[in-house]
Each structure stands twice: as C-alpha cells, then as structure tokens.
C-alpha cells in the first residue's frame, strides 16, 4: 500500500480517499487515469494529424508549379461522428440560418411597428 500512494496521490485520489476510503475507488481512479490519458492520447495524434496535413498543404503549395498538383488543407475538421452524413449536417446548418433570419425578421418588424406607433 505504501508503494502505490504516490501514484494515487498523482493521479488524483486525496490521501483520506486512499487510506480510509473503499478500495474500489483505487481501482475507479485507476481505470479513469487510463480513459484520461487514452483521450489524451487520441488528442494529440489528431492534433499531429492536422499539423502533418497542414505542412503537407504548405510544401505542396511552395514546391509544386502545377495548381492542379498543389495539395489544399482540408475544407472541414475531421468528422467524429460518421454516422451524420454531410446532408445532415448541412440541414441543421439551413435550419439554423433560417431560425436565425427568423428571429432577425422579428426583431426588424418589431422595431418597425415600434417606430410607427409615435
């Protein structure tokens, strides 16, 4: 017990936690440390995946003479969700224009009506 304190004392678990507390919350800080630092993990191998594609595009577009050879950065971030599909998510995009230019509408009318009523 004495061995593994610092590690629980690292990852998080007060000292009362680890020597008065239940002992499956040992096991708890342990499995959250590893969903952390999976998480972590796949955040840094997206960031080095925008990096690489973005120097990729810089070099392309420095080296090649050919604007048809030139690699672009991506239009979009990567999608996490690949179960919308793009149709979907360009819907929701009208959908939320149109709410927007609707409550805008309101708000000109509203004003409108205020300002001939003096």
């Given at each position: 017990m004495d061995k593994m304190f610092?590690?629980?004392?690292?990852?998080?678990?007060?000292?009362?936690?680890?020597w008065y507390g239940d002992p499956l919350l040992c096991r708890a800080y342990h499995e959250a440390f590893d969903m952390k630092m999976d998480i972590q993990n796949q955040l840094m191998w997206?960031?080095?995946?925008?990096?690489?594609?973005?120097?990729?595009?810089?070099?392309s577009q420095a080296f090649n003479k050919k604007a048809s050879d030139r690699m672009?950065?991506?239009?979009?971030?990567i999608d996490r969700h690949p179960e919308r599909t793009r149709a979907e998510?360009?819907?929701?995009?009208?959908?939320?224009?149109?709410?927007y230019l609707n409550s805008l509408a309101k708000s000109f009318n509203k004003g409108k009506a205020n300002a001939e009523s003096r």
């Amino acid at each position: 017990m004495d061995k593994m304190f610092p590690y629980y004392l690292a990852i998080g678990m007060t000292a009362e936690e680890y020597w008065y507390g239940d002992p499956l919350l040992c096991r708890a800080y342990h499995e959250a440390f590893d969903m952390k630092m999976d998480i972590q993990n796949q955040l840094m191998w997206t960031q080095g995946f925008y990096v690489h594609n973005a120097v990729s595009a810089s070099i392309s577009q420095a080296f090649n003479k050919k604007a048809s050879d030139r690699m672009k950065y991506m239009e979009e971030p990567i999608d996490r969700h690949p179960e919308r599909t793009r149709a979907e998510r360009e819907r929701k995009q009208r959908e939320a224009l149109a709410n927007y230019l609707n409550s805008l509408a309101k708000s000109f009318n509203k004003g409108k009506a205020n300002a001939e009523s003096r």
